[in-house]
């Protein structure tokens, strides 16, 4: 059975009133009963008083006789029983038997109670009569002494049968009241009850999604203060809700424009949401399905993952059914992930046509530029020292573009991993040192210091020796270009399961706005200085991907005017 508060409120009221009735029966008996018994004590104590003396003449004459004659007559008269006990114990007279049958009193708790001086009192059946008793006895003083006992008794049946009349009437009294009051409970309950019950029905109303409900109760307490709260959070609800539903569908339609791909998952993958880019890429509904089986592409499950573990944004390339996309991951706070799929096949498509086109020329310019370098070396001897200034421009230029040329066939071939590196033990303490002396008269001719700080026993590892001599020369020869004066840090040591080198520089520095693009091709940050230092712009786009083809990684740090520092992390294994 459902416990309702209309229930609790009138099982308490029920519980209190019959707790109440009960006790006041119980005392109102309780007292009444002790209130007749005290009542009678005093009446048959002043029976005594009152006999007292014409007692006295009986016993100094010694007439037991005419005292038993006396006692009879006074306790027919009063209605009372009258027993007189010498100090013995022996009954002297009693109203109501003979005194020579009786048996010996001394043992009574009255009399031994009235010997010691006290008016006795007790309760108790008696065997004389043969029914329940009140008795009272007094002690008989004759000359200062006790001589005896009078003892005035009642019996008891009477009295409780008045005080049974009176317990039921009691009774009926308060089953009367306890019926009221119930019913008044049951009235007030259905007050407080009738008002909660209609604010209940007014919620369930709500929570399925009736917003214009509203309850109005007549009446001046807290109950009509907390409707009138309910029907401002009603209207405060409905507001809101209007105005979620306002901003759900400009999202929905926020989203539907997007051009790129969206899709929102849970925490174990099952996709929740996902835009018409989106369902265009996959051609299927892909709502409440999981992700890997959607995309069956191992990328974006390793994306998941990192994203999940790290619980921030990241960013991958990926491929899926010949187009390309960046898939960049955002964490929410309710454990949702969102991804946006950004179709970059196009943009694919072009940087292939470049470096096609970029490989092409090269090709096509390698062998006109080897011919004029060599025309030039062979006119060198041949034309005089005024006309040699002109030469040297030519022949410093072809260079140049020699350069230019050999360095776009490495990156194109290392961008389409034509190039496979030699992996073998190598010993980068003694590749770092074969580069500085290759830089030997360009340093001290700029007047640099170099500090050199490689970890002692440094482990050694698996690697492409050329490969990784052209990364250190890229690097320092960009340190002495772009360092006017200072110093060339190099310190190489173990750190965890890598090995942590860096090249650091104290020149002009690179704007924190440019770090983001200097590993791309032909990216210089001031092109004026950098033509007159005669750069390409692929040095450390070549670096970058040497190091990739190691499984390692290269960071960059830099503060305009204080210089710059790279920190490459190559595998030990």
């Not at 921030?312 to 991951?329: C, N, T």
């Not at 470096?355 to 310019?365: C, G, K, P, Y």
């Amino acid at each position: 059975m459902k416990r309702t508060i209309l229930n609790r409120i009138f099982g308490g009221y029920l519980l209190i009133i019959l707790s109440l009735s009960f006790f006041i029966i119980v005392i109102s008996f309780v007292t009444i009963r002790s209130y007749y018994l005290d009542t009678f004590t005093e009446e048959l104590k002043n029976i005594g008083v009152a006999i007292q003396s014409q007692v006295i003449e009986y016993v100094n004459r010694k007439d037991y006789k005419g005292l038993d004659r006396f006692v009879k007559n006074i306790g027919k008269n009063v209605n009372r029983r009258v027993t007189i006990i010498n100090k013995e114990g022996v009954v002297l007279a009693d109203s109501k038997k003979d005194p020579e049958t009786m048996e010996n009193h001394s043992t009574r708790p009255e009399v031994i109670q009235a010997y010691s001086g006290q008016v006795g009192k007790s309760i108790r059946f008696s065997t004389t009569v043969k029914e329940k008793m009140l008795y009272v006895a007094l002690p008989l003083y004759i000359k200062g002494s006790i001589k005896g006992v009078i003892r005035v008794s009642l019996f008891l049946n009477n009295m409780n049968l008045f005080l049974k009349r009176l317990n039921f009437r009691i009774f009926q009294i308060s089953i009367v009241f306890i019926v009221l009051s119930l019913l008044g409970a049951l009235f007030f309950s259905r007050t407080i009850i009738n008002p909660i019950k209609a604010l209940v029905d007014a919620s369930k109303k709500i929570a399925s999604g009736e917003f214009d409900v509203r309850v109005f109760l007549k009446r001046d307490d807290e109950l009509m203060e907390l409707a009138k709260s309910f029907n401002l959070m009603a209207e405060k609800i409905k507001s809101l809700i209007s105005s979620l539903e306002s901003q759900k569908e400009e999202l929905n339609n926020i989203i539907s424009s997007i051009q790129e791909g969206l899709i929102m998952v849970d925490d174990d993958g099952k996709i929740l949401l996902c835009n018409k880019s989106f369902k265009r890429y996959i051609s299927e509904d892909v709502e409440g399905k999981e992700l890997h089986s959607v995309l069956r592409i191992p990328e974006i499950g390793e994306l998941l993952r990192e994203i999940k573990n790290k619980q921030r944004g990241l960013s991958g390339e990926m491929e899926y059914k010949g187009r390309h996309f960046i898939v960049g991951g955002s964490y929410l706070k309710n454990n949702k992930i969102i991804f946006v799929f950004h179709d970059i096949s196009e943009m694919k498509k072009l940087e292939k046509i470049k470096r096609d086109f970029a490989v092409n020329v090269s090709h096509e310019l390698r062998t006109p530029l080897t011919a004029i370098k060599g025309y030039v070396e062979t006119l060198e001897e041949e034309i005089d020292e005024k006309k040699k200034g002109y030469l040297n421009i030519i022949k410093r230029n072809t260079d140049r573009l020699i350069n230019i040329v050999q360095d776009l066939l490495i990156i194109s071939e290392l961008e389409n991993r034509e190039i496979k590196p030699e992996m073998k033990v190598v010993n980068l303490k003694e590749i770092i040192e074969n580069t500085l002396s290759i830089f030997g008269q360009k340093i001290e001719k700029k007047g640099l210091m170099i500090e050199k700080h490689i970890q002692e026993k440094l482990p050694s590892i698996k690697g492409d020796s050329f490969m990784l001599e052209q990364v250190f020369i890229n690097l320092i020869d960009n340190a002495i270009k772009y360092t006017e004066s200072g110093k060339i840090k190099i310190s190489a040591k173990k750190e965890d399961n890598y090995i942590k080198i860096e090249v650091e520089d104290t020149g002009i520095g690179i704007p924190e706005k440019n770090l983001p693009r200097i590993f791309e091709r032909f990216y210089v940050v001031d092109k004026s200085r950098s033509r007159k230092m005669g750069g390409t712009g692929l040095g450390l786009s070549i670096v970058k991907h040497v190091i990739l083809l190691h499984n390692g990684r290269i960071d960059v740090e830099s503060k305009v005017g204080k210089g710059t520092k790279f920190i490459i992390h190559l595998p030990i294994s």
